[in-house]
C-alpha cells in the first residue's frame, strides 16, 4: 500500500460528468482512472479541480469499465449503478492530492 497521510471521509457519491471526470456530492471534480491487474479491476481516483463543463448523459459515453455512479455503502465498501460492490483499498492524501483506490469485488 503506498505511504500517505489521513484524508478524512470519503466522498459519499461520485457521478460521472465527462469521460474520466466525476463530481461529488460537494461539487468537487475527481480524475478516475480504470487498472487492471491480475484480471482485477481497480479504479485509481484524485481529487483534482478541474472546470466541470456539461455533463454528458450517459448514453454520450463511450463504453467503460467502470460505473455511471460510486455510493458509499456499508464499511469500506461502495455499490455501482451496475449493483456491483467496490471495496476500498485506500484513502490517503499523496502529495497533497486526495486519492482513493477501489477494487471491484469479484462475483458482484
Known sequence: MAQG????????RLWVRRVGVYCDEHRKTW???????EGML???IQ??????G??????????SRLPHMWQLSQGE????SNSR??????????????ELLLKLVPGD
Open 5 to 12: 497521510g489521513e484524508a478524512g471521509a470519503p466522498p459519499v
Open 31 to 37: 480524475l478516475v482512472a480504470a487498472e487492471e491487474e
Open 42 to 44: 481497480r479504479a485509481r
Open 47 to 52: 481529487r483534482v479541480q478541474v472546470p466541470l
Open 54 to 63: 456539461e455533463a454528458l448523459r450517459p448514453s454520450q459515453l463511450p463504453p
Open 77 to 80: 465498501q461502495y455499490r455501482d
Open 85 to 98: 460492490v467496490w471495496e476500498i483499498e485506500h484513502h490517503l492524501m499523496l502529495g497533497g492530492v486526495e
